[in-house]
């Protein structure tokens, strides 16, 4: 363990593809801080995992929707590691019931954007201060930050009109923040997952099993993991994208494909 590790911040840290990104970081030597909403137990499990990789975790309880929780994310771990490195956007929630769009409710909207769009939009805007200070003082040199949208950016789900309008909205802000950032040499990635294994999917995995293995949805047949999307985040963190700022990465087995 160095004092010179890399922090990054992972919200929505504890469970299914942050909890990926989570490890994956951990393994490329990065210390990272753990945040959920809820489920501490979780969390505290990743962290125990980091731990056992000689890496630091912290971990912290703060919901992305609200601001002083987002501030008091940023204010906890610049007291632990004095630094930040990398930010990756990834807590999201699906609605609570699939709606036709002629039927949903705003309250499942304004759910959805809060949490989906305004908390990443505005953490960012939290954490490019702190990072525009660190670059300027010296403490950091290259920091990044990884917004996680969906295929769902692109493609209209009639049922989950207002994830699918939140998701838009993220790709929208990559470019905003990578055009307004990278004077200060902070580069901005967009990672769209395609389908993956995790609880979100849970509840459709027959659905996603049908259409994948059977129906040809995706060049390569098969659900995407965590790791998947860790790995990508991993490929940012690690400098190998240095001349590439707004760039989307798909992570999706090929499903933007469009064959004839
Ligand atoms: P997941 O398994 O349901 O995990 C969600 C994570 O986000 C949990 O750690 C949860 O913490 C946290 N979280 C939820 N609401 C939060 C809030 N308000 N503030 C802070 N943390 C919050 O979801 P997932 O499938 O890993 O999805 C992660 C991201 O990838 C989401 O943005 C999702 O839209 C996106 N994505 C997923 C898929 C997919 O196929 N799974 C595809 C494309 C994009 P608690 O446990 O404490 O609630």
């Known amino acids: 363990m160095t004092a010179l590790a890399r922090v990054?911040?992972?919200?929505?840290?504890?469970?299914?593809?942050?909890?990926?990104?989570?490890?994956?970081?951990?393994?490329?030597?990065?210390?990272?801080?753990?945040?959920y909403a809820r489920n501490a137990t979780a969390a505290?499990?990743?962290?125990?995992?980091?731990?056992?990789?000689?890496?630091r975790a912290l971990l912290v309880?703060?919901?992305v929707s609200v601001s002083a929780d987002r501030q008091r994310l940023v204010d906890q771990t610049v007291a632990t590691f004095g630094r930040i490195d990398?930010?990756?956007?990834?807590?999201g929630v699906a609605p609570d019931v699939r709606t036709d769009l002629l039927d949903a409710t705003e309250?499942?909207?304004?759910?959805?954007?809060?949490?989906?769009?305004?908390?990443?939009?505005?953490?960012t805007q939290?954490?490019?201060?702190?990072?525009?200070?660190?670059?300027?003082?010296?403490?950091?040199?290259?920091?990044?930050?990884?917004?996680?949208?969906s295929i769902s950016a692109y493609t209209a789900s009639v049922n989950r009109g207002d994830y699918c309008v939140a998701k838009a909205g993220l790709a929208m802000t990559t470019q905003l923040y990578a055009a307004?950032?990278?004077?200060?040499?902070?580069n901005v990635y967009e990672i769209r997952p395609g389908i993956i294994a995790t609880d979100m999917t849970g509840p459709v995995q027959a659905k996603y099993d049908d259409l994948i293995f059977n129906q040809g949805l995706t060049p390569i047949r098969r659900w995407g993991q965590p790791d998947d999307v860790g790995r990508a985040v991993v490929a940012v963190a690690t400098d190998l994208l240095p001349f590439s700022t707004g760039q989307v990465i798909d992570v999706d087995g090929g499903f933007h494909v469009r064959t004839l």
Do not use: C, W
Not at 86 to 91: C, D, F, G, K
Not at 112 to 121: Q, S, V
Not at 133 to 140: K, R, Y
């Open 8 to 35: 990054a911040i992972v919200t929505g840290g504890s469970r299914g593809i942050g909890r990926g990104i989570v490890l994956s970081l951990a393994a490329a030597g990065y210390d990272v801080v753990v945040n």
């Open 44 to 55: 505290q499990q990743v962290g125990e995992q980091v731990e056992a990789m000689g890496r």
């Open 61 to 63: 309880g703060a919901d």
């Open 86 to 91: 990398l930010l990756v956007n990834n807590a």
């Open 107 to 123: 309250e499942s909207f304004d759910r959805l954007i809060d949490i989906n769009l305004k908390g990443p939009y505005f953490l």
């Open 126 to 149: 939290q954490v490019s201060r702190a990072m525009i200070d660190m670059v300027a003082a010296g403490t950091v040199t290259t920091p990044k930050i990884v917004i996680v949208s």
């Open 180 to 186: 307004r950032l990278s004077e200060h040499g902070i």
